[in-house]
C-alpha cells in the first residue's frame, strides 16, 4: 500500500505546475471572498464538512438511550455570527431619573435636577399614588386603578404599599412620572424560626443555549460553578417556545393537556394545576416575576389570571409600567422602563425580594423570567453578563443561599436568525441552560438524592423532569430516603431519582423533531426529499385553510435535508421507519422553515412535532391572532 506523500508525489509529476498554481490561486480567491463576506458562509450546505469535522471528538451525554454530541464553544467557521458588540439599550440617557428607591423608600435625586432645568429646588413638589390590580371580568389581565390620594414629599418618603406611581411637579407643571416597586410583608405565613423549610429560587433567563451561555455570560457562568452550582448536560426542551416548554415546568403537562383540561372551559388559567399551588398549600409564600411582560407565559395572546395567582406577581407591574412609561423597544422586547433598563430592573426585584423574606425568616417560591436581555438576539446576553455575576456574589455573600435550593435556567436557544439555520445553531436551540445549587442542609439530609441528581448530570432531562424536582421540593419531608419518589406525570422523573441509562427521547417525551440524541446524515435534494417538503407544505395550508387572509403557500427552495438515525432498540415501534429533517422557504413572504417528517414502511407520511420558523415574521402576520400560526401566516394585503 502506498503512503499518503507517495501518491501526493505521484499527483504532483502527473498534473503540470501551472494546474496547480490555477487551484491554489482559486482556493485562495473562495476564501478571501468568504472572509470579505461572512454572510457568504450563511449558504454554506448546513452540514458542510467545515462546520461538522470539529463535532466528532465526543459526547456530552453517551449512554444506552441516548447519545448528545459535545458542540464547541467556538467553531471557527461559524465566530463571525458572534462578532457584534452590544453596548445596551438607549433608555432616555439625556433624561436621568429624577426619582429613586430603595427597599423601603423614594427620594429625590439633586444629581438629576440639571437635566429637567430645575433651577429652584423649592418649586419641586413630587408624590406617589398606590398602584392596584384589578381582577379582570372576561378581558386580559392587565386592568389596575390608582389610589386616590398621592402622597406628597420634598426629599424621601417612606413607602408601604407594592406599587406606586410618582409624579413630579415643577412650578405647577408635570415633569416627571414612574413607577415603582416594593416588597411589602403582606401575608400571616408565620416566619420559619426552625428553618424547616427550604426556600427555592429560581432565576430564568430567556431563549440562551447551554453553549452561548458559556460563550456569552463567562464570568457567571465561573460565579455559579465557584459557589456550588451543578449544571446538567442533557437538558433537552421539550416544545418549540416558551409557554410549552415553561408550562411543563410548572405543571408537569404539556400544552395539548392544558388545553384539553383546565383551560377548556374559559380563558383564564387559574383552574390550572401549578406549582406554585403545591408550596403555598404548604404554607409557603410564592412569587412570579417576569420583565417584557406584554409578550409574558401567561399573556401573550392569552388572557392570563382572573384572581392574582401568587401572593406577589411584579409581571403585572412590569406590564403596565411598560404600556405608560416604556421605550426603547428592539424586536419584540421592550428594553426600558423611562430611563432603566427592564433586566435591571427585574434582577433588583430579586434581590429585594430575598433580602427581604430571609429578612422575616418566611419560606418561599420565586419563579423569575427575564427576556428582555436575551430573546432577539444570540450576542445581547453579554451586556448582562457582570451584572448576573455580581448578583449571585452577592446573595451568596449576604448568607441568602443559605436555606434556598437555586435554580438558574433557560428554555430554549435562540430560535431564529442566521446561527440558527447552522448545524449548529440547531442542536444549541434545543439545549437550554440548567443549573442547580443545593444547601448543605440538604446534602446532609438527603445524601442518596443528591448523590442521584450528580448521575443525572450526563443523563437526558427535560422540563418534565424539573417539574418533578419541584413538587420533591414542595414536600421535601417526604422525600424517600433513596431519592426521589415515583412520578405524578407521564414522562416526568424527579431530578432527586436517578434516571435510567436507558431513557431515550421517546421514553422523556422529546419528539424526534426536538431530540438531540438523534444521529443526522446530509441526504441530497432527492425526489422523496422534495416529496417529504411538499407535505409539510400542505400540513401548513392545511392549517391555515379557515384564514381567508393568509395566503397559500408554496415552495421556493429545499436548503437542505438530513436522515435522522435512531439507536439500536430506542425506537419503540416495530415498523419499518425513515425521519427526514428538511429545511425549506416558501412563498410568499421568503419564511425559513424548519420540519421533521416520518415515512411509515414506503407510503404513510407523518409530521413529528411541530414545524419550526427560522426566521422573523414581524407584521407579516398581523392578520391573525392564533399564536401558532403567526409562524405561518403571510397576509394577503400585509402591502395594501
Not at 151 to 171: A, D, G
Not at 185 to 201: G, Y
Amino acid at each position: 500500500m502506498k503512503s499518503k506523500r507517495s501518491i501526493f508525489g505521484a499527483l504532483k509529476h502527473a498534473i503540470p505546475t501551472y494546474i496547480w498554481m490555477f487551484l491554489f490561486a482559486a482556493a485562495v480567491f473562495i476564501l478571501t471572498l468568504i472572509n470579505l463576506n461572512p454572510k457568504m458562509v450563511d449558504y454554506l450546505p448546513e452540514t458542510s464538512t467545515v462546520e461538522i469535522e470539529d463535532f466528532q471528538k465526543g459526547y456530552l451525554i453517551k449512554t444506552p438511550g441516548c447519545k448528545i454530541p459535545e458542540l464547541p464553544l467556538n467553531n471557527t467557521a461559524l465566530q463571525h455570527y458572534f462578532e457584534y458588540q452590544y453596548k445596551g439599550a438607549h433608555c432616555n440617557q439625556d433624561r436621568p431619573p429624577l426619582v429613586d428607591s430603595n427597599l423601603t423608600s423614594l427620594h429625590l435625586l439633586d444629581t438629576s435636577f440639571q437635566s429637567y432645568n430645575i433651577s429652584d429646588r423649592r418649586s419641586v413638589r413630587c408624590c406617589y399614588k398606590e398602584l392596584k390590580r384589578k381582577e379582570p371580568q372576561g378581558k386580559p389581565d392587565k386592568q389596575f386603578e390608582f389610589g386616590e390620594t398621592c402622597n406628597y414629599f420634598e426629599e424621601s418618603i417612606t413607602v408601604k404599599e407594592e406599587f406606586v406611581q410618582v409624579l413630579c411637579y415643577y412650578r405647577e407643571k408635570e415633569i416627571y412620572q414612574d413607577l415603582f416597586a416594593f416588597v411589602p410583608k403582606k401575608s400571616n405565613v408565620a416566619p420559619d424560626v426552625n428553618r424547616e423549610k427550604l426556600n427555592v429560587l429560581i432565576i430564568g433567563i430567556d431563549a440562551i443555549s447551554r453553549i452561548n451561555f458559556h460563550r456569552q455570560m463567562p464570568k457567571t457562568v465561573a460565579t455559579l460553578k465557584t459557589l456550588g452550582f451543578q449544571e446538567f448536560l442533557g437538558y433537552n426542551k421539550i416544545a418549540d417556545n416558551t409557554y410549552p416548554n415553561l408550562i411543563a415546568v410548572l405543571t408537569g403537562d404539556d400544552e395539548q393537556t392544558i388545553e384539553k383540561s383546565c383551560r377548556s372551559t374559559g380563558k383564564y388559567f387559574d383552574n390550572c394545576n401549578l406549582i406554585w399551588k403545591h408550596f403555598k398549600n404548604n404554607s409557603y409564600l410564592t412569587s412570579f416575576a417576569e420583565d417584557s411582560a406584554w409578550m409574558g407565559l401567561f399573556n401573550y395572546q392569552k388572557y392570563g389570571f382572573q384572581k392574582q395567582p401568587t401572593d406577589y406577581v411584579w409581571g403585572f407591574f412590569n406590564r403596565i409600567a411598560e404600556d405608560m412609561i416604556g421605550n426603547s423597544q428592539s424586536m419584540n422586547v421592550i428594553q426600558c422602563i423611562g430611563a432603566r433598563e427592564d433586566y435591571k430592573m427585574i434582577v433588583k426585584y430579586v434581590e429585594d425580594f430575598v433580602h427581604q423574606m430571609n429578612h422575616w425568616k418566611l419560606p418561599y417560591l420565586f419563579f423569575s423570567w427575564s427576556s428582555s436581555l436575551s430573546h432577539d438576539f444570540v450576542n445581547k446576553p453579554r451586556i448582562g453578563d457582570q451584572l448576573y455575576s455580581d448578583t449571585f456574589q452577592n446573595m451568596y455573600n449576604k448568607g441568602h443561599f443559605e436555606n434556598t435550593v437555586v435554580i438558574v435556567m433557560s428554555d430554549h436557544g435562540i430560535r431564529f436568525g442566521a446561527f440558527r439555520q447552522t448545524y449548529q445553531g440547531r442542536i444549541e436551540e434545543r439545549l437550554p441552560f440548567l443549573f442547580v445549587r443545593l444547601p448543605l442542609e440538604f446534602k446532609e439530609r438527603y445524601p442518596h438524592a443528591v448523590a442521584n441528581l450528580r448521575t443525572n448530570l450526563r443523563r437526558l432531562t427535560t422540563p418534565f423532569d424539573l417539574h418533578e424536582t419541584l413538587y420533591d421540593l414542595a414536600h421535601v419531608e417526604n422525600l424517600q430516603e433513596s431519592g426521589g419518589r415515583y412520578s405524578r406525570s407521564r414522562y416526568g422523573l424527579s431530578l432527586f431519582s436517578k434516571i435510567p441509562s436507558s431513557r431515550t427521547c421517546e421514553d422523556a417525551g422529546i419528539t424526534d423533531h426536538w431530540c438531540t440524541c438523534l444521529e443526522s446524515q446530509p441526504v441530497g435534494i432527492t425526489p422523496e426529499v422534495r416529496y417529504v417538503t411538499i407535505f409539510t407544505i400542505n400540513y401548513l395550508n392545511s392549517l391555515l385553510k379557515g384564514y381567508a387572509q393568509c395566503s397559500k403557500l408554496r415552495l421556493k427552495t429545499i436548503r437542505n435535508a438530513q436522515i435522522l438515525s435512531h439507536a439500536e432498540k430506542t425506537l419503540k415501534s416495530k415498523e419499518q421507519v425513515k425521519d427526514y429533517l428538511v429545511s425549506f422557504e416558501t412563498l410568499p413572504g421568503d419564511g425559513s422553515f424548519e420540519a421533521t417528517v416520518r415515512i411509515w414502511g414506503t407510503e404513510k407520511l407523518e409530521l413529528i412535532g411541530t414545524v419550526s420558523r427560522l426566521n422573523l415574521y414581524g407584521k407579516q402576520s398581523a392578520c391573525i391572532t392564533d399564536f401558532h400560526l403567526k409562524l405561518y401566516c403571510y397576509c394577503k394585503d400585509i402591502w395594501s
